[in-house]
């Protein structure tokens, strides 16, 4: 189950975590939403659960209500009907959001799992109610990191971590590190992908674009141009800075870029995993992280770089040695592909493979 389906990260690691059980006897029912992403082209059995979204937060909540009312009658209606034909039924709940799937599983369900990918949605009240309806009511709680899972203070819980994906592990793949390096020390670019969310650092990549003119800059945004045209309203792009909106070839982005910036400010929102910075990881990119976050679980001084947002001459600090200090940037470019091949989409279909079918 899993709320919302978009080209996010969650449903991405959901879409391969299905794909992992191809041939294995089992029959998935996937019960998302009627909009379009990830989990949208799977060939198996699909349910719809109504789900509206509004930037408003009243009726952005009673959209939320009215679908987990929906889910809940709907699933156990399902899951009674599987158990009274005989066949064991298991729910995995994709992120803390699908909380009736956690309750129809605990009641009608042989087994249940919570997906954990983040640490709290944005009303505290609503992130206490299901954060403790997956911690008490799910048979086993997965972790994407191990920081996650001691966020949550789950002694019993398990963590595993993502795995890249599958359309750039087809790309990445055709690629020798020789070839990245090649293209890389072509272009010296500097790389941010994210959203237009002031937590997530545009703001401060456009000021360090600003601060170093002789730099190109490159930022993939996650973002409509009706977005976009309202932000730059409100802010001067330097012309150092190319932006490029959703783009279908991410793979490109990442094999010119030569440092991955992620500028989240852990101030407000911290990293639960780091997709991103895994994905630059497979395309021998080095990263500039947060100090804090889920992606410490992977990351270290043999392929990234620490400086939070807050501190941004320290982030400038790190991009003016990556430039300067060409020798240090090989040891970290190649750190941050070898740690990708522990880390590969095929590995991560055999670990969630192991541990789905593991009860």
Same mark, same amino acid.
């Given at each position: 189950m899993h709320l919302y389906n978009d080209f996010s990260g969650s449903p991405c690691v959901l879409k391969d975590a299905i794909e992992s059980l191809d041939g294995t006897g089992v029959e998935p029912i996937l019960f998302t939403s009627q909009h379009r992403g990830f989990l949208s082209d799977l060939a198996i059995k699909k349910q719809t659960v109504p789900y509206l979204y509004s930037n408003k937060a009243l009726i952005k909540l009673l959209f939320y209500v009215f679908s987990q009312f929906y889910l809940f009658f709907f699933l156990s209606f399902?899951?009674?009907?599987?158990?009274?034909?005989?066949?064991?039924?298991e729910v995995v709940a994709n992120t803390i959001l699908p909380a009736a799937a956690v309750l129809a599983g605990k009641l009608f369900a042989h087994r249940t799992v919570s997906y954990v990918h983040e640490l709290a949605v944005q009303s505290k009240l609503l992130s206490f109610f299901l954060k403790n309806i997956a911690l008490k009511c799910s048979d086993r709680r997965l972790y994407v990191s191990q920081f996650l899972k001691e966020s949550y203070f789950d002694e019993q819980g398990d963590v595993l971590l993502n795995g890249l994906r599958g359309d750039l592990s087809e790309y990445v793949t055709k690629l020798s590190y020789q070839e990245l390096m090649e293209?890389?020390?072509?272009?010296?670019?500097?790389?941010?992908?994210?959203?237009?969310?002031?937590?997530?650092? *545009?703001? %401060? &990549?456009l000021k360090? !674009?600003?601060?170093?003119? =002789?730099?190109?800059?490159?930022?993939?945004?996650?973002?409509?141009?009706?977005? *976009?045209? %309202? &932000?730059?309203?409100? !802010?001067?792009?330097p012309? =150092?800075?190319?932006?490029?909106?959703?783009?279908?070839d991410l793979a490109e982005s990442y094999q010119k870029a030569f440092v991955l910036l992620n500028l989240s400010d852990t101030r407000f929102v911290k990293e639960t995993f780091g997709m991103t910075i895994l994905e630059g990881f497979a395309f021998a990119c080095p990263a500039i992280v947060p100090s804090e976050g889920g992606?410490?679980?992977?990351?270290?001084?043999?392929?990234?770089?620490?400086?939070?947002?807050?501190?941004?001459?320290?982030?400038?600090?790190?991009?003016?040695?990556?430039?300067?200090n060409q020798g240090k940037w090989l040891e970290l470019s190649k750190g941050a592909f070898e740690t990708a091949q522990n880390l590969t989409n095929l590995?991560?279909?055999?670990?969630?493979?192991?541990?789905?079918?593991?009860?």
């Open positions: 399902c899951l009674l009907k599987i158990r009274i034909s005989g066949k064991h039924v293209c890389k020390l072509s272009h010296f670019r500097v790389l941010f992908v994210g959203n237009l969310r002031e937590y997530k650092g *545009f703001w %401060a &990549f360090l !674009a600003r601060l170093r003119p =002789n730099m190109c800059f490159e930022a993939v945004i996650n973002a409509s141009e009706s977005e *976009f045209d %309202a &932000f730059r309203k409100t !802010a001067d792009i012309i =150092n800075v190319n932006v490029a909106l959703r783009p279908k992606h410490h679980d992977f990351c270290s001084t043999n392929n990234s770089l620490s400086a939070d947002v807050v501190a941004i001459e320290d982030v400038l600090t790190h991009l003016d040695s990556l430039f300067l590995e991560y279909k055999k670990r969630i493979k192991r541990y789905l079918l593991g009860f």
